[in-house]
């Protein structure tokens, strides 16, 4: 049986319902949680703590304008040992977790009264009885306070 072309029947593909393009769904990939980095503030305190410093304050001075410094720390040990021990940590730590190296210290040599600068933190070692004596944060007694404890 021979076909004609004539009588071919043409025979129409179903129509193809386009279907719109759905963008793949976004994943939301958390990225590995940094550690932070921790501040001056914390690496001097917790290096002061470390050491068993006693009455651990920092001192906010920017609203006083001093220029001096934005922050004082202060805490005593009962030691010239001790006090020593406590501004060897600070310097310590300040290099290990910061890269930042003490700008200025005094007092090493009788470890009464050690004063360590770090630019914007300024932070003071006493001796007990020198700290009694001195009474640094009486004369800063309006800036805002914060005590650290253990």
Not at 97 to 102: A, H, N
Request: glycine share 4%; aromatic share 8%; with cysteine.
């Amino acid at each position: 049986m021979t076909v004609k072309k004539s009588e071919e029947k043409k025979v129409k593909a179903p129509a193809k319902k386009i279907a719109a393009k759905k963008a793949p769904a976004k994943k939301t990939v958390k990225a590995p949680a940094k550690k932070a980095v921790p501040t001056d503030m914390e690496v001097i305190t917790d290096a002061i703590l470390e050491k068993k410093g006693q009455n651990v304050i920092s001192l906010d001075l920017r609203k006083e304008g001093s220029g001096i410094c934005d922050f004082f720390v202060i805490c005593n040990a009962d030691s010239t040992t001790n006090v020593s021990a406590i501004a060897d940590n600070i310097e310590d730590r300040m290099i290990e977790r910061l890269k930042k190296k003490v700008l200025r210290s005094q007092g090493k040599e009788n470890r009464f009264w050690i004063i360590q600068d770090y630019g914007d933190i300024v932070v003071h070692i006493f001796q007990t009885e020198y700290r009694n004596f001195y009474r640094l944060e009486d004369l800063w007694s309006d800036c805002d306070r914060k005590t650290y404890e253990d």
